[in-house]
Nanobody, 128 residues
Framework: VQLQASGGGLVQAGGSLRLSCAVS????????MGWFRQAPGKEREFVAA????????YYADSVKGRFTISRDNAKDTVYLQMSSLKVEDTAVYYC??????????????????????WGQGTQVTVSS
């Protein structure tokens, strides 16, 4: 299974970006998908996740109301729409896939160790 993240770039504070993550080599509709980010000198942190059936989305408190995760099973792609971007959103953003469909909690989906497959990351830089 391969994950290819794209859409990062340089944007001014208050602006928007949409990240994409295309999945190949597996059954996308059976995966729950997550986004994580890692800023320089910091640990990787959870951003958002969407369950395999699309019924539930989870968000870190720091992005609630500004970011939206969505998925298109016809395109095997998950998206992260980011709005009202802040300088502190600057990081490398990673998408990840989880094949275990038995969980339904933010505690589970916010833990990076529960994801089996990872993309290579895309840089998001927000300038002031």
């Amino acid at each position: 299974v391969q994950l290819q993240a794209s859409g990062g770039g340089l944007v001014q504070a208050g602006g928007s970006l949409r990240l994409s993550c295309a999945v190949s080599g597996g059954t996308f509709s059976s995966y729950s998908m997550g986004w994580f980010r890692q800023a320089p000198g910091k640990e990787r942190e959870f951003v958002a996740a969407r369950r395999w059936n699309g019924a539930t989305s989870y968000y870190a408190d720091s992005v609630k109301g500004r970011f939206t995760i969505s998925r298109d099973n016809a395109k095997d792609t998950v998206y992260l729409q980011m709005s009202s971007l802040k300088v502190e959103d600057t990081a490398v953003y990673y998408c990840a896939a989880d094949s275990d469909r038995g969980y339904n909690s933010v505690g589970y989906y916010s833990s990076a160790r529960n994801y089996l497959y990872w993309g290579q990351g895309t840089q998001v830089t927000v300038s002031s």
